[in-house]
């Protein structure tokens, strides 16, 4: 894929999810992290999605 298709895909990816923009490594890194330090939080499936099932 071209540099400049793939520019575009995720232009369009971004429009069309409620974050507005594509997901980064941070941001799984952030829910990985939560997940292995929040103690109430077991057994618990987290989607991080930027909202994308919402759409």
């Given at each position: 894929?071209s540099?400049?298709?793939?520019?575009?895909?995720?232009?369009?990816?971004?429009?069309?999810?409620?974050?507005?923009?594509?997901?980064?490594?941070?941001?799984?890194?952030?829910?990985?992290?939560?997940?292995?330090?929040?103690?109430?939080?077991?057994?618990?499936?987290?989607?991080?999605?930027?909202?994308?099932?919402?759409?």
């Amino acid at each position: 894929m071209s540099k400049t298709s793939r520019e575009q895909l995720y232009r369009d990816t971004a429009e069309a999810i409620p974050a507005g923009r594509v997901g980064e490594a941070d941001d799984i890194a952030h829910a990985y992290l939560f997940c292995l330090t929040e103690p109430f939080a077991t057994g618990s499936i987290l989607t991080v999605d930027g909202g994308t099932a919402l759409a």
